[in-house]
């Protein structure tokens, strides 16, 4: 008996993609068959068990653990960082054991008289005890007695005795026949096909992509390899962006995040993997987080008053390229508004547009109001009350600003970006240097595709995600 795979996942998946597993057993026409699955975290600690029925058609077992794999990632954030970190909470490293459980039979061959109640003997082996419940049927069936439901009264290694007189049976070397347990428990047997190192990071690829996706796209060191995001080469930044970008570096040897810019002065960042154990990890490389560079050639800083651009890329300890390279162009047209709102993309790193020209805040107020009696007061033999006195009390007053902000004007691909900007759950807004939760309100949105619109702007609303206490 064994237990196959037929189809897995690549070795890192995004999470918030299908994981599908099947599997195929040599015993899935037993009967209940089920395919038994659990899940291990990288301790190993057993996250989940499931139960899968044989499809129908060939019998695989078939599961998407995407759901389960999906909650175990979140986000890795550290907006003081200016280096490389261990993005823990951006992936996660799991294994998945395979086994299966079904209705067993056990088959004796003949009868014997055991002080004087039915002895089954022949049997190559059993799980029975004392006591325990059973299904007989015979193979040819002559004892009515024997056949259905009977109580273990006695046991050895190869027979067991049953509550039934010998002296009743009509003929007790006739026939052989089965034994099951009478509530149909299954034989139950774990792990009998392991897959280990399997991981998952907290992304998303589109319908049309996932497809042909294989993990090779993001794996460090491969030719091409991606960052981990979608951010669009070419990327227009002002000096005060951060942008966090995650990677799968895949050694522990020494490896940088080189920097070239416009001038010919080069850098780098040493991203080492810590002792082959970060999976995921996450560098700033934004302008205003840049942090401390190891000049190579040329002079310091790397974004000067004269610089136009600089690539970002991954590269081994001789400076040679192991990745894709990014270009981030440096806006210096003149500002009215100082916003900027930092975002999580669908690939799980950070990236941030700036809105430059008018912003207006508005705001509204929402209070619940109830009604009270106005007692009043005696003045001498008159009624009165004072012009104070409140008829209505406000019981809850909630106020709300919103934000309209104005983008300064973007490339088709930049524009296409912003989408992600658009539908994320996580988004800070930046106020005089200093983040705060946000919700972006657009509940639509427009992708302008063609060719002609060569530049183009955008306007968003933003609501904070906290509001000012209040003290009514």
């Known amino acids: 008996m064994s237990v196959s795979a037929v189809v897995e996942p690549n070795t890192t998946t995004p999470a918030y993609n299908p994981v599908q597993w099947w599997v195929d057993s040599t015993n899935k026409n037993e009967t209940g068959f089920r395919y038994v699955v659990d899940v291990y975290d990288s301790t190993p600690t057993k996250i989940a068990e499931y139960r899968v029925a044989p499809r129908i058609d060939d019998g695989y077992g078939v599961i998407d653990l995407s759901r389960l794999l999906s909650s175990q990632v979140t986000k890795t954030l550290d907006l003081t960082n200016t280096t490389s970190i261990d993005a823990t909470d951006s992936y996660f490293k799991y294994s998945v054991e395979f086994g299966e459980e079904y209705n067993t039979s056990y088959a004796y061959t003949g009868f014997a008289n055991s002080s004087g109640y039915v002895q089954l003997t022949g049997f190559s082996s059993h799980p029975f005890v004392v006591g325990d419940q059973i299904n007989i049927t015979e193979g040819t069936p002559t004892n009515p007695l024997l056949d259905g439901l009977h109580t273990v009264t006695a046991i050895a290694a190869t027979t067991l005795t049953i509550d039934v007189l010998y002296a009743d049976l009509v003929a007790p070397s006739s026939t052989a026949g089965d034994v099951i347990y009478a509530d149909n428990r299954k034989s139950l047997t774990r792990s009998m096909l392991i897959k280990s190192n399997y991981y998952v990071f907290n992304g998303a690829i589109s319908w049309i992509?996932?497809?042909?996706?294989?993990?090779?796209?993001?794996?460090?060191?491969?030719?091409?390899?991606?960052?981990?995001?979608?951010?669009?080469?070419?990327?227009?930044?002002?000096?005060?962006?951060?942008?966090?970008?995650?990677?799968?570096?895949?050694?522990?040897?020494?490896?940088?995040?080189?920097?070239?810019?416009?001038?010919?002065?080069?850098?780098?960042?040493?991203?080492?993997?810590?002792?082959?154990?970060?999976?995921?990890?996450?560098?700033?490389?934004?302008?205003?987080?840049?942090?401390?560079?190891?000049?190579?050639?040329?002079?310091?800083?790397?974004?000067?008053?004269?610089?136009?651009?600089?690539?970002?890329?991954?590269?081994?300890?001789?400076?040679?390229?192991?990745?894709?390279?990014?270009?981030?162009?440096?806006?210096?047209?003149?500002?009215?508004?100082?916003?900027?709102?930092?975002?999580?993309?669908?690939?799980?790193?950070?990236?941030?547009?700036?809105?430059?020209?008018?912003?207006?805040?508005?705001?509204?107020?929402?209070?619940?109001?109830?009604?009270?009696?106005?007692?009043?007061?005696?003045?001498?033999?008159?009624?009165?009350?004072?012009?104070?006195?409140?008829?209505?009390?406000?019981?809850?007053?909630?106020?709300?600003?919103?934000?309209?902000?104005?983008?300064?004007?973007?490339?088709?691909?930049m524009n296409e970006y912003f989408e992600e900007m658009l539908t994320s759950g996580e988004t800070y807004l930046k106020v005089d240097g200093t983040y705060q939760a946000c919700i972006v309100e657009e509940t639509s949105f427009e992708t302008a595709r063609q060719k002609r619109h060569e530049l183009i702007r955008k306007t968003v609303k933003v609501k904070l995600a906290n509001n000012d206490s209040l003290n009514w």
């Open 209 to 413: 992509d996932f497809r042909s996706y294989q993990d090779t796209t993001f794996l460090m060191g491969n030719t091409g390899a991606r960052f981990l995001t979608n951010i669009p080469d070419n990327f227009y930044v002002r000096e005060s962006q951060d942008i966090y970008l995650n990677l799968m570096p895949q050694t522990a040897s020494t490896r940088y995040l080189y920097f070239e810019n416009s001038n010919g002065d080069t850098f780098y960042k040493d991203i080492t993997a810590g002792a082959s154990t970060e999976w995921v990890t996450q560098t700033s490389c934004g302008p205003n987080n840049l942090g401390s560079l190891t000049l190579v050639s040329g002079s310091a800083p790397l974004v000067q008053s004269d610089t136009e651009w600089y690539d970002v890329t991954f590269t081994d300890n001789a400076y040679a390229a192991q990745g894709e390279t990014l270009r981030f162009y440096i806006d210096r047209s003149c500002s009215i508004e100082d916003f900027e709102i930092l975002f999580m993309d669908r690939l799980g790193s950070y990236a941030s547009f700036a809105f430059t020209l008018k912003a207006n805040e508005t705001g509204t107020i929402k209070k619940t109001n109830y009604k009270e009696n106005n007692e009043g007061s005696a003045s001498g033999t008159d009624w009165t009350y004072d012009t104070t006195a409140r008829g209505s009390r406000v019981l809850d007053v909630t106020v709300e600003k919103m934000l309209t902000l104005n983008s300064n004007w973007m490339t088709r691909e």
